[in-house]
T-cell receptor
Framework: EAGVTQFPSHSVIEKGQTVTLRCDPI?????LYWYRRVMGKEIKFLLH????????ESGMPNNRFLAERTGGTYSTLKVQPAELEDSGVYFC???????????FGSGTRLTVV | RKEVEQDPGPFNVPEGATVAFNCTYS??????FFWYRQDCRKEPKLLMS???SGNEDGRFTAQLNRASQYISLLIRDSKLSDSATYLC???????????FGTGTSLTVIP
């Protein structure tokens, strides 16, 4: 079974530019999550999709972040325009049901310079 | 106040030692609990779920104390390959959001 796939693995962009991160969850997993870890801090929740619907986006830091999940399959997270404090590792995770251990993707390391 | 508190360590122990990590959580309505392991520059990987009755998986034992709101992980007979960061995870009552501790760093020394 293929795991959760994230692309790109690394991205270095300048402040003010736009970056789009992609996540392909495990096939059949309705629940898809985005998390972020900034330097020295704990991993924090960004949002949760159930199929194509946003179930909870309370962790999204501001309106520069936009997440979509087309047709309930893969998801994208766009940051526009990027700021220095957006640097960190963005993890995607999926699970078949709630309260079930997630499977994480290997993350996208975003550096904004 | 943080949802989940962990001692960041580092814990440096010799091979064969027993080591225990604790984690406390603030929301008494939390529903599910997990321990994840994260190797350097890798993604977190599920180590084990934590149940009120306690559960064991080989050299690893997890315990949950709801009254005191803490979770523990015990590793017996430590191996070099156990070196990693161990993340305590607490799930909200809605089940849709994981709260992570900052992680406890373990290094097992030959």
């Amino acid at each position: 079974e293929a795991g959760v796939t994230q692309f790109p693995s690394h991205s270095v962009i300048e402040k003010g530019q736009t970056v789009t991160l992609r996540c392909d969850p495990i096939s059949g997993h309705d629940n898809l999550y985005w998390y972020r870890r900034v330097m020295g801090k704990e991993i924090k929740f960004l949002l949760h999709f159930v199929k194509e619907s946003k179930q909870d986006e309370s962790g999204m830091p501001n309106n520069r972040f936009l997440a979509e999940r087309t047709g309930g399959t893969y998801s994208t997270l766009k940051v526009q325009p990027a700021e220095l404090e957006d640097s960190g590792v963005y993890f995607c995770a999926s699970s078949p049901t709630l309260n079930y251990g997630y499977t994480f993707g290997s993350g996208t390391r975003l550096t904004v310079v | 106040r943080k949802e989940v508190e962990q001692d960041p360590g580092p814990f440096n122990v010799p091979e064969g030692a027993t080591v225990a990590f604790n984690c406390t959580y603030s929301n008494s309505a939390s529903q599910s609990f997990f321990w994840y392991r994260q190797d350097c520059r890798k993604e977190p990987k599920l180590l084990m779920s934590v149940y009120s009755s306690g559960n064991e998986d080989g050299r690893f034992t997890a315990q949950l104390n709801r009254a005191s709101q803490y979770i523990s992980l015990l590793i017996r007979d430590s191996k070099l390959s156990d070196s990693a960061t161990y993340l305590c995870v607490v799930v909200t009552y809605t089940g849709n959001q994981f709260y992570f501790g900052t992680g406890t760093s373990l290094t097992v020394i030959p």
